[in-house]
């Protein structure tokens, strides 16, 4: 599906993170999920998360590459970003040093490049001196690189912080930032809600976890507030884990406080989890989060992300379909109303 | 209380019993691979008794470990659509049911102060003699 016409440089996409119940539970391979992307109209942009699509990630076999490459040309897809992984903590007990990091994070740059994907997703669990040491490395590969700021972060968080005062020393134009729309939540999904209880989380204990979530206190706080409350009350470990896993998968950014790092904006993870009578989806207000990108001059792919299979193992399919048709809907009246450059 | 990934936990047909032995595959309850540094069998129960760590085994890449040898292995890869094997030194008799029980813990190792917790279970049926 092109967006010739459609506003701005906001290209449309999807990562194969969102069919995760069908490809974990065997039903669909890799190459059938490309295959599925071009089937649905949810390309052209194709994201994959590295340790998820491809065995033995980091190393890539040059045959695996192009096939994986002629694959996408074939459906006339490409490849957006390649979503890679700070595992800082395989050694439980120590963090790994900057130097262990850079080492980790080498090879799964090198299988992005090689792969022809042109943006790399990092995470802030590795600290902004790794990725300035990759530098030179990526700036030879030109490939952009940046860590997702995916709840319960926001633009001002102090890990973005220290990355954003990086960037403005070293001032490469391959260093960049990856938002993530969950970190803009209005609500948490009615749907994932009623499956915790019918699981047996208790209307306190939920209410607890809720009256902490819609609260004005810093967002990376607030996990840590709900577990330190969950152990008082003596809430069973399952229980709390299911729950506090809600601090980091929605936060309630304003949408306009993306602008501040605009510029540095290199891809979106598009988060969504379910949709209204009319096709707008519940908790994130995507008619608000894309007029900012669109106008604040953004250039790049936004990577439908479905994280329904949190609760629900339906395939995904329906609703990265319907989120495309609602992206669409509102880049095509951006266009329209002339918001796009 | 169950998580998304509990129903793969323990697949029914990927379970062997043997004389004296039994061989459960389990499912890495997680979207994406992780090394075998950070997962930890926490609970095993066969009819509502827990078994003891000594008396089983977790096998993946051709390897067998010893449950307290998963944390030091962090060049093991357990890729995501992979099953390992849990091996039990037990004999069940199999002309009665039997309720299996596995609490996994996973340490994502990207999300510092997560403990991702998975109960899962499978009743085995009762065999005709």
Known sequence: MSNTGLAGGLKLGTTLYSFTPVFHSRQATLEQLIVKVAELGVGPGVEIVGFQSIRGFPEIGGEFADRFRALLAQHHLVPSCLSVNADTGIRRGRLMSIEETVQYLEPQILAAAQLGFPVVRTQFAAPAEALRRLVPLIEKLEVKVGPEIHAPLGVNSPPVLAYREMYAKTNSPFLGFIPDFGASARSLPAAYLDVLRRRGIEERVLDLALSIWRGPEEAAWKRDEFNRRAAQTGIEATKASALSVMFSMLSPQPPAAWLEIMPQVIHIHGKFYDFDADGRETSIPYEELLPVFVKGGFRGFMSSEWEGHLYSWESGYDYVRKHHALCRRILADLARAGGGQ | ?129
């Open chain 2, 1 to 129: 209380m169950e998580n998304n990934f509990s129903r793969s936990l323990l697949p029914p047909a990927e379970v062997i019993v043997e004389p004296g032995e039994l061989r459960l595959g389990v499912r890495l309850p997680w979207y994406r691979s992780l090394p075998l540094s950070v997962v930890e069998v926490a609970e095993l129960t066969i009819d509502g008794q827990i078994v003891p760590h000594g008396d089983m085994r977790f096998s993946i890449n051709d390897r067998i470990f010893s449950l307290g040898e998963l944390e030091s292995q962090t060049a093991q890869c357990w890729y995501v659509l992979d099953s390992a094997q849990l091996s039990v030194h037990r004999a069940l008799d199999p002309t009665k049911p039997h309720s299996i029980a596995l609490t996994l813990n996973l340490y994502p190792p990207y999300i510092p102060g997560l403990t991702w917790v998975t109960r899962g279970s499978l009743t085995l049926e009762a065999q005709p003699q």
